[in-house]
């Protein structure tokens, strides 16, 4: 019913930018927040950054001043702007969507597959 699609990934130095894009769609009466979380090997799944549907984010604390996120209300899609990587960056970061199927129905979060950030040093 509802896909979410992750891409952008990739391998960059440290230091560098990488630029990460989340789109969903299928049957969507509405979107509500989006996230992004991420996984390093042998760790559990942390949030990184959340956007509500009016804009409205929040960063945990290590990464904050480095990456951005921000979303296309139009295009169902959620970006994440990281800069000044750092090798504990690395991760398969994960996009998730609160979704609406249908005015009446329950919000529903929608993961995507992931998409693998390998900072090297």
């Known amino acids: 019913q509802v896909q979410v699609v992750e891409s952008g990934g990739g391998l960059v130095q440290a230091g560098g930018s990488l630029r990460l894009s989340c789109a969903a769609s299928g049957r969507i009466n509405s979107l509500a927040a989006m996230a992004w979380y991420r996984q390093a090997p042998g760790k559990q799944r942390d949030l990184v950054a959340t956007?509500?549907?009016?804009?409205?984010?929040n960063y945990v604390d290590s990464v904050k001043g480095r990456f951005t996120i921000s979303r296309d209300n139009a295009k169902n899609t959620v970006y994440l702007q990281m800069n000044s990587l750092k090798p504990e960056d690395t991760a398969v970061y994960y996009c998730s969507a609160d979704v609406k199927t249908r005015l009446a129905a329950p919000t529903y979060t929608y993961w995507g597959q992931g998409t693998q950030v390998t900072v090297s040093s």
């Open positions: 956007i509500t549907s009016d804009g409205s984010t």
